[in-house]
């Protein structure tokens, strides 16, 4: 058993680093077909300025050789210096901007994963009431918002018209910035894990364990935490590699939308710029990101869940 | 005619023939149901789904037929039809509002249509951007699903089918696509198609806007994988089924089988799932025209008039808003509706949910 689980991990490891490099892969080619190279500017540079450079930056080897290279310095997670932020490595860049966007991103993961569950449990117990249906039919709803029209809603709301919130983080220190983010961030995923929640403690309840345990006369608010809420939580673990990859592509246009400095506004600004090393060395660790993710909550489903077989 | 009760006289009138309505009566089987029938008949008792279905079809003729005759075109500035200069009079005027050019058309007698969702900021006609935008996403993700539908239902048929050593290298191949991130991958690609497109011009698919193009080559290259496995397991578990058996036991040939028997039972499944893609494009598309990835001006898409009202949320300019609320509104009674529709689909036609 657990010889087949660290197989099994070992197995999807692998499979993480090679789809890194796929990304990678994808991105330097895809890369390839811009028109133009790095050095063509409104000014013209001269030929020999230009021949100096590529050759500065390997830009005179055969394609393969820089592809195979580029692929090198990636594993060390090395992207190079972006265009736009003159002689700032890109790495650097990122990391920074990281801070931000995963601290949003934490604290969305952790609203939506408290709010959910509680959310889903309380509906699974008062089935068919009127405040089941309700949820229902809310989380129905907001899974067919996009994350930029509920963003804009929040800050018209309570930045705009209520000014509980500061419209701009420009100069604020504290918290408040991040409040309408985080709720933004977090409304798709509650709404997911509470209908997650809900179908899974539905089906727990109706288990022969938990009429075993109220046979036993335990309290019925043990029941449910101890017997019930352990295994209709499973469910929500194999949800948290979707959930962060959900929370990253909000994020793109939440930071946005709120002016947070985070890798979201970065990518969109190094679109904009057409700022290329930055662009994939943004999407190469975004995805490793979302990669890691997914493997974390794949490894931890298996962990909670000894019942699955692998495969 | 009489006839003693203890004869064994036979009395012909009980073997005469049944009568039309003798033989009726002892029919208890109801009139023949085909599977299509039934589903029908399921999704037509769904409320939810009925009204999702009414909206979306009400709004399909709508962004198809309504724009041919609309007396305004997406792309047209209203002011030029008055004046030969730029005029700020017509920009942003609210709804059912007239600029003092057509008012003054009015009185001298000229018909003029009314601006049924006002003007946008280019003084465009919104209430025929909308529609045209709401064509746009639809389009997206009718297209978008299309595509999924034909490759990943080739290559998860072939798989299936053929099993083996095609089989082993190509679900290895769909476990390194399914796990790429989509969206980064989406706009990457349609960052690059830009560039490719500033390039060139005149091409016809440049026209299209990059982001188009974008969403259906990511359809084409990432997507198909989820279909991909759908429809080999289908294959794969209808194979072994003994009515499969039974048919090629009859001495059917592979073309029945396929047609009679494999196709019928796994359509619904596929089809279901592949009309849950068109809500997913169309969230896709609007997200992307929302950060100016998608389709290109003049051309309106959900997204993109979001993204050109986002001012005025931001600004507290509460008057205006009304260009940020239809299109969000839409967006998400558009995605929303398709999803409905999408599980009353399933709820009707997946013979595995029956109960």
């Not at chain 1, 335990?218 to 499973?234: C, D, M, Q, V, Y």
């Not at chain 2, 009925?50 to 075109?73: E, G, H, N, T, W």
């Not at chain 2, 003007?119 to 746009?136: A, E, K, P, W």
């Not at chain 2, 929302?290 to 600004?315: I, R």
């Amino acid at each position: 058993m657990n010889k087949k689980l660290w197989g099994y991990i070992l197995k999807r490891v692998l499979l993480g680093i090679l789809t890194y490099l796929l990304v990678v892969t994808v991105t330097f080619w895809v890369m390839q077909l811009v028109p133009g190279g790095p050095w063509t500017r409104e000014k013209a540079l001269s030929e020999v300025t230009i021949e100096i450079l590529n050759k500065r930056y390997g830009l005179d080897q055969p394609l393969f050789i820089q592809y195979l290279r580029y692929l090198g310095r990636a594993i060390i997670f090395d992207f190079g210096v972006s265009y736009k932020h003159k002689g700032v490595e890109v790495t650097k860049i990122i990391f920074d901007a990281f801070r931000i966007s995963l601290s949003v991103g934490i604290c969305a993961a952790f609203l939506a994963l408290i709010v959910g569950v509680a959310l889903g449990t309380y509906a699974a117990t008062h089935q068919n009431k009127f405040f089941d249906r309700f949820i229902m039919v809310v989380t129905t709803a907001s899974v067919a918002v996009p994350s930029f029209v509920i963003s804009l809603v929040l800050l018209y709301i309570f930045a705009v018209n209520l000014h509980w919130v500061p419209t701009s983080p420009v100069g604020i220190k504290g918290i408040t910035p991040f409040i309408l983010p985080v709720i933004a961030a977090s409304l798709y995923p509650t709404a997911y894990i509470t209908r997650l929640t809900r179908s899974s403690t539905l089906d727990v309840l109706g288990q022969d364990f938990m009429r075993t345990a109220k046979a036993k006369g335990l309290a019925p608010r043990r029941i449910l935490i101890k017997h019930g809420l352990r295994n209709s939580i499973t469910p929500v673990v194999t949800y948290f590699g979707p959930m962060f990859a959900s929370i990253i592509t909000g994020s793109l246009v939440i930071e946005t939308v709120f002016q947070l400095p985070g890798v979201g506004t970065h990518f969109i600004d190094s679109m904009t710029n057409r700022d290329y090393p930055l662009i994939m060395g943004t999407t190469c660790l975004l995805a490793l990101l979302l990669i890691f993710f997914t493997l974390v909550s794949d490894v931890t489903y298996i962990l909670v869940n000894p019942r699955v077989d692998f495969d | 005619m009489k006839r003693n009760p203890l004869s064994f006289q036979i009395d012909t009138d009980k073997f005469s023939f049944a009568s039309e309505n003798e033989k009726r009566s002892t029919n208890l089987m109801r009139p023949n149901s085909t599977f299509f029938v039934d589903g029908l008949k399921r999704f037509v008792k769904n409320p939810v789904a009925m009204v999702s279905f009414i909206f979306i079809f009400l709004l399909v003729i709508a962004v198809f037929i309504v724009p041919l005759f609309y007396p305004y075109k997406y792309d047209e500035i209203i002011c030029y039809r008055y004046t030969n200069r730029a005029s700020g009079d017509f920009l942003r005027l609210a709804p059912f509002a007239y600029a003092p050019k057509e008012l003054e058309a009015m009185a001298n007698g000229t018909k003029v249509f009314p601006h049924i969702f006002g003007t946008d900021g280019q003084g465009h006609d919104y209430f025929i951007r909308i529609l045209v935008g709401s064509r746009t996403s639809l389009i997206v993700g009718f297209f978008a699903a299309v595509i999924v539908l034909i490759i990943g239902g080739t290559i998860g048929a072939l798989s299936g089918y053929i099993g083996g050593k095609f089989d082993l290298i190509v679900m290895r191949i769909v476990d390194v696509v399914y796990s790429l991130p989509d969206i980064l991958i989406i706009i990457l690609f349609s960052t690059t198609l830009a560039a490719v497109f500033d390039a060139y011009k005149e091409s016809p698919l440049a026209k299209l806007g990059s982001g188009f193009v974008a969403i259906f080559v990511v359809f084409a290259l990432l997507y198909w994988v989820g279909m991909a496995r759908l429809v080999r397991g289908q294959v794969l578990n209808l194979r072994k089924q003994e009515f499969v058996m039974a048919a090629r036991a009859n001495g059917a040939s592979t073309a029945r089988i396929v047609f009679k028997h494999l196709v019928p039972n796994s359509m619904s499944v596929i089809i279901i799932s592949a009309a849950l893609q068109i809500p997913s494009a169309i969230f896709t598309e609007s997200f992307l025209s929302y950060l100016g990835l998608g389709v290109k001006y003049p051309t309106p898409s959900l997204g993109s008039l979001v993204s050109d009202a986002q001012s005025y949320v931001s600004g507290g300019d509460t008057p205006k808003l009304f260009l940020f609320i239809i299109p969000s509104v839409l967006i998400c009674l558009i995605v929303l509706s398709l999803n409905l529709l999408g599980d009353g689909l399933r709820d009707a036609f997946d013979p595995k949910l029956q109960k």
